[in-house]
């Protein structure tokens, strides 16, 4: 991997990160184990994708699993591996990390593959990914629709977060030409004495069901399933963010 081509943007966005619990991945933990992990091997060996700062993986490690996680942020890592020691982390980019078949499941939450600004190398991941999994692996990721950006974006949105050492404030939008999601994010934060500035501007792509199903059925995956994760999943909020599961067959 060249360092010039991972996903590092996060590498810059600390105060950006702080406002996020962890109520979110307990809630989404409970929504794994009904869909993937109950039919998971005791121990089973599961692949973090754009893992963050590891808090599925500190969740997943407490439950006895075994765990490797995938990030493009070195400030991401050093996080997680403060948070889940246990685990196994590698510094590469979605779009291009290339790892043996060695993992039970795969999983990538958040809609990180959002990220991913074309269908071509969203399909360059999932072939990244089939080729990691064993045979019979199972995939389960989420993705925002243009739904669930337009729920959110379609009319442009500030928001901030101000402490005594550090503020960031973000004005969000969205292309419906283009179905990308723009964030420009401004940070201020208090160093030895002197406050210092960071401008970082974050995109997302919106993809529909239909493309991202295509693709993933194009590189070998089968018995693909697509949730909505309010109307089907019951997650409050949730709407138009889809989770898709899926199966590397057995030969």
């Known amino acids: ?59 997943l490690l ?34 291009y990390f290339k790892l043996s078949p060695t993992f039970d499941a795969a999983i990538s939450i958040d809609v990180s593959l959002n990220h991913i600004m074309s269908i071509e190398e969203l399909e360059r991941v999932f072939q990244n990914v089939y080729a990691a999994l064993l045979e019979n692996g199972t995939f389960l990721f989420e993705l925002s629709s243009e739904e669930d950006c337009l729920s959110q974006w379609g009319v442009p949105i500030i928001k901030n977060d101000v ?18 999601v723009r964030e420009n994010c401004t940070q201020f934060q208090l160093v030895n004495g002197q406050w210092q500035r960071l401008d970082v501007t974050s995109l997302r792509k919106a993809y529909s069901p239909t493309e991202v199903k295509s693709a993933l059925e194009k590189v070998g995956f089968t018995e693909v399933k697509i949730y909505d994760e309010e109307r089907d999943l019951g997650v409050s909020g949730r709407a138009g963010v889809a989770c898709f599961i899926c199966q590397k067959p057995l030969k």
């Open 163 to 180: 402490k005594d050492d550090s503020a960031w404030i973000e004005h969000s939008t969205y292309d419906r030409e283009k179905k990308v």
């Open 1 to 59: 991997m060249s360092l010039e081509t991972r996903y590092s943007d996060y590498d810059r966005m600390d105060i950006w990160f702080t406002h996020k619990g962890r109520e979110r991945y307990e809630q989404f933990l409970t929504h794994l184990e009904e869909l993937i992990l109950q039919y998971l091997p005791k121990e089973a060996h599961i692949f973090d994708l754009c893992c963050g700062r590891g808090q599925i993986a500190q969740l």
């Open 62 to 95: 407490e439950k006895g699993y075994r765990v490797t996680g995938l990030d493009g942020s070195e400030l991401m890592l050093r996080y997680a591996r403060e948070k889940a020691s246990g685990a196994n982390f590698i510094l590469d980019d979605a779009r």
